[in-house]
C-alpha cells in the first residue's frame, strides 16, 4: 500500500500521529484498521509500527478545515489501543489538542501572520467543544523553541495558550451527570464529574492508599486495579455511559492532600494503566472539581482554595495546581463563564510518510 503523509508531534505530555482527514480514508471502519497497521497493533511494543508502545504514546488526531462558523479545523481525537485490535473515539485528547494549532500552520489550514501569534480556533468534533490554541508563529511558521516548562516533558519550549469554551458535560450532558456532588460507589464517596473529560475523583484513602505512589506501584496492585475497575463500570452507568467495560471513560482519579506545595495530589487510571501525569480534559474536571464545595476534590485541597469560604457556590475563579506523578499542572477554572485554560506546548518531531504494514 501507499504511504500516508504524517507528522508525529509531542503535544502537552503526550505523543501522537497527526493526520489530514483527505489523506485517510473516509469509511470509519477501514480508516481505522489502517490506523491499527499504522501504530502496530496490537503488540505491546507495536513493534511494527510508530506507535510508542503505552497508550499515551499511541494517539491519533485527525484535522481538517472546518465548515462551522465558531472553528478554523475540526479535530478528531483517535485512541489507538496498544493490546487489542481497538480505536476509540470517546474523548477528545487535551495534550494532543496542544499540537493540533502547530499543526494548522504547518498544514496551511489557518492563515498564519508572518509574526506573533496566531488564533487556531478547534472544534473537537469528539464531543462538539470548542478550543483555541494560540501558536507562536515566525515568518508564517510555528515557532518550537521557548522557555516554557510543563512537567513530565524533559526541557522547555515555546509557550501554548489553550482556552476552552463550554466544556461542561462535553460527553455526558451535564457537569454533574448525577445531580450530586457527591455520589456512593459500593460505599466509596465518589464525585463523577465532566468537565470536557468524564472522570470519578476518590479519596485514594477510602480505597487503602496514600495517593503519593508511583504509577508502576499501584498499577503492580492487582485488588486494587480489580476495585478501581469494578467502581469504574458502577460510575459509567451511574453518568449515563451505559457498560464502559470496552470504553476509556470515565477516567478515574485518586486524590490526596498536596505535599509539594500544590493544591491536591492526583493519580489518575487511564483507564487501566496509570497516568505519569494528568490529561488536559482530565484536569480540566478535576480542576472544576475542586472549584465545587462539598465536592471528594474540595475536601483535600489547601484551605485557600476551599471556595473563598461559599458553602454552596463554586469558586469562580481560580487557578489550580495539581500535582501528579511527574510533577505538577496548572488549570484555571472560571466556573461562571463557563471558560478552562491551561498553558501547554507541543514539538513537532517528523514530518514524513509512514508505510504501513
Known amino acids: 500500500m501507499a504511504g500516508v503523509p504524517v507528522l508525529v508531534m509531542r ?11 483527505s489523506d485517510l480514508p473516509k469509511n470509519p471502519e477501514i480508516r481505522d484498521e489502517l490506523l491499527l497497521r499504522i501504530m502496530g497493533s496490537p503488540d505491546p511494543r507495536q513493534i511494527d509500527g510508530i506507535g510508542g508502545g503505552h497508550p499515551l504514546t499511541s494517539k491519533v488526531a485527525v484535522v481538517s478545515v472546518s465548515d462551522s462558523p465558531d472553528a478554523d479545523v475540526d479535530y478528531l481525537f483517535l485512541q489507538v489501543h496498544v493490546d487489542r485490535p481497538l480505536v476509540s473515539a470517546e474523548q477528545p485528547c487535551g495534550n494532543i489538542l496542544a499540537g493540533v494549532g502547530p499543526f494548522a500552520v504547518e498544514r496551511g489550514l489557518v492563515a498564519s501572520v508572518g ?8 472544534r473537537m468534533v469528539n464531543t462538539g467543544a470548542l478550543a483555541t490554541v494560540e501558536v507562536p508563529v515566525s515568518d508564517g511558521r510555528p515557532v518550537y523553541s521557548g ?10 519550549a515555546a509557550r501554548l495558550l489553550v482556552e476552552f469554551r463550554d466544556l461542561a458535560g462535553s460527553v455526558t450532558g451535564a457537569l454533574l451527570p448525577t445531580g450530586n456532588r457527591v455520589d456512593e460507589l459500593d460505599g466509596i464517596r465518589a464525585t463523577l464529574i465532566d468537565n470536557g473529560m468524564p472522570v470519578v475523583l476518590i479519596e485514594a484513602s477510602s480505597l487503602g492508599v496514600t495517593g503519593y505512589e508511583s504509577p508502576t506501584r499501584l498499577e503492580y496492585d492487582e485488588s486494587l486495579r480489580d476495585r478501581v475497575e469494578k467502581l469504574r463500570l458502577l460510575a459509567g452507568e451511574l453518568m449515563g455511559l451505559g ?18 506545595g500544590g493544591s491536591l495530589c492526583t493519580r489518575m487510571f487511564v483507564p487501566h494503566r496509570v497516568h505519569s501525569g494528568i490529561g488536559v480534559l482530565a484536569g480540566a474536571s478535576v480542576g472544576a472539581a475542586a472549584a465545587l464545595p462539598g465536592s471528594v476534590a474540595a475536601g483535600v485541597v489547601t484551605p485557600e482554595f476551599r471556595g473563598h469560604g461559599a458553602a454552596a457556590g463554586p469558586a469562580p475563579h481560580h487557578t489550580f495546581r495539581l500535582e501528579h506523578p511527574a510533577g505538577w499542572f496548572d488549570v484555571r477554572a472560571e466556573m ?7 498553558v501547554s506546548t507541543a514539538r513537532l518531531l517528523l514530518d514524513g510518510i509512514v508505510h504501513p504494514r
Open 11 to 21: 503535544g502537552g505530555t503526550s505523543k501522537g500521529a497527526y493526520f489530514l482527514a
Open 147 to 156: 522557555d516554557t516548562a510543563i512537567s513530565g516533558v524533559p526541557g522547555p
Open 243 to 260: 457498560d464502559v467495560r470496552d470504553q476509556t471513560v470515565p477516567k478515574m482519579c485518586l486524590v490526596a492532600p498536596p505535599i509539594d
Open 336 to 342: 461562571d463563564t463557563g471558560r478552562t485554560s491551561i
Open 115 to 122: 509574526g506573533g501569534i496566531t488564533r487556531v480556533r478547534v
